[in-house]
Every structure is written in C-alpha cells, then in structure tokens.
C-alpha cells in the first residue's frame, strides 16, 4: 500500500531540477509538464511494492529513493535513485510492476505523473522516450556495478561509496541515514554497519550519530571509496551527454 503526502509541498522546486527532466528538449518539457504534478518524498514511503502495480512515476528533484530486493533471507538495496533520474521504469519499459520495493530513503520532493499519461506522452515523443531508456540503461550499469562491488570490495569501501552516492542527490553535507537502510545498502547485518561507519568517522570523514550523517571531508570519503563510485558516476555522465 502506498503512504502519499495528501498535499503539495510548501516550497516547491521546478521540475527542471531533476536533472533527466532538464535534459529533454524545451517541446518535451512543456508537454510531460502539463501532467506533472509536486510532492513530497517523506521518509520511509513505499512509492510501490513488489510485484504491486505502479501507479506512478516519480522524478526526484532532491532526497534519494531506494530500490530494495525483498527475500526470505533478507532485504538488500540494489540501486538507488536521486535528481538524476525517475522511479518507475519498468512503466517505461511496457511493464506494470517489479519484483523490487520502492522505499524513500532520505526525505526530499519530487514531480509525479501516473503511469498512464507517462505511458501515452513517451508514446508521442520519440525523443523523450529516447533520452529515458539511455537512463534506464545507466540504472541497469549501475545495478551491475553494485553486484561486483558487493562481491569485490571490502565494507568500509562500499559504506564511502553509498554515502557518496547518497551525498550526491541531497542538500548540502547533512542527511538522515539510519542504521536499517545502511544495512539494506550494504547487505549486511547492523553491527558490522556501526563498524564500517565508525571506521569512516575514525578517519575524520563523516560524522555519524543517531541516524545523522554530515560529511566532514568530502575528498577523504572519495578516497576510502572503491572504484565503483567513479564508474558508476561516468557511466551516468556518458549516457546523459
């Protein structure tokens, strides 16, 4: 079941700043804008289910949307969406719903459309819906990458890069992260999420305490990262251009 906020938001920002929406052409703006409407992204709520239909697309202009593969065994991110891109691809792709859960990880805003006037604009815009799958591209890499990283890089490098990647799509250097979404971005248990943390705030970083994290030394958490955070940054940069 999905938790939407009944209102707009108080302070509204333009759809231009999700950075997908700000590449399309001035035609294709004016046209997806006139079903957009503004809302805000609160803090743990479910965009949509597994395998639910999704009745909306979402474009993030701040705050950070998390994709979480629910199992018997556990609960793992395996990507996360910001100013750069939209929550719903699978509408693009022709398709209803996912096996993911869509889960607003840090709070923000966003423009919605629902499914059915995003399917029937990108339908009439060949351009538009170009400049979409080349995002839907860029998110399938950035899934791939995560796999690898999982596998080949050790924690403390893989908590840098998710923080960098998080810091990336929020306001300034503080942000609420709590203990359970760093577990479910680094498919690991909380005790060892509180040991790759205090490693990071050891070195002067970050610092972490109830759920809050602000990053202290920006450079320094670029260079406790593995090389997965530039990767996947390129990756999202090639395909924009």
Known sequence: MNHMSSTAP???RPATANRLLA??????????ALDLEPVDLVLRQLLYEPDAEIEHVYFPTTGCVSMINVTPDGSVEVGTIGLEGL????VLLHGGSEPTRALVQVEGQAHRISAAAFRTVVAERESMQRVFLRYALALFNQVGQSVACNRLHSLESRCARWLLMTHDRVDGDKFELTQEFLSYMLGVHRPAVTLAA????????????RGHITVTDRPGL?????????ATRDNFTSLAS
């Open 10 to 12: 108080k302070f509204i």
């Open 23 to 32: 590449s399309l052409t001035h035609s294709d703006l004016t046209r997806i």
């Open 87 to 90: 929550v719903g691809v699978p």
């Open 198 to 209: 205090g490693l990071l705030q050891h070195a002067g970083y970050i610092h972490y305490t």
């Open 222 to 230: 670029e260079s406790a990262s593995c090389s997965c955070y530039q």
